[in-house]
C-alpha cells in the first residue's frame, strides 16, 4: 500500500538531499524511508521528519520505493509533498 502512494503522487521529491531541503521548507506530507537504508544516511531526514511533525512511513526496500518513484536506482528517502 505505501509504494502505491508513492506511484501515485505526481511529483515525488525523491532522494535525502532534496527530501530534507523540502522539510525544513515545510512542503512534505508525508515521508517514506527505506528499512534497508543505512540508518546513518537516514537520521537526520527522520529527525527533521519528527520536528516538523509530518509522518514517517517505513517500507521495505530501497529498490522498490527507487521503481515506485520512476527511478532505476534505490532510493533511501521519499517525500510527498504537501
Known amino acids: 500500500m505505501?509504494?502505491?502512494?508513492?506511484?501515485?503522487?505526481?511529483d515525488p521529491i525523491i532522494g535525502k538531499k532534496q527530501t530534507q531541503k523540502a522539510l525544513h521548507a515545510?512542503?512534505?506530507?508525508?515521508?517514506y524511508v527505506a528499512k534497508d537504508a543505512d540508518p546513518r544516511v537516514v537520521a537526520d531526514v527522520v529527525e527533521a521528519a519528527k520536528d516538523t511533525d509530518v509522518t514517517v512511513v517505513y517500507v521495505?526496500?530501497?529498490?522498490?520505493?527507487?521503481?515506485a518513484c520512476g527511478i532505476d536506482v534505490g532510493a533511501a528517502a521519499v517525500a510527498l509533498r504537501k
Open 26 to 31: 515545510r512542503l512534505v506530507s508525508e515521508l
Open 60 to 67: 521495505d526496500s530501497m529498490k522498490r520505493l527507487g521503481k
Open 2 to 10: 505505501s509504494y502505491e502512494k508513492v506511484e501515485q503522487a505526481k
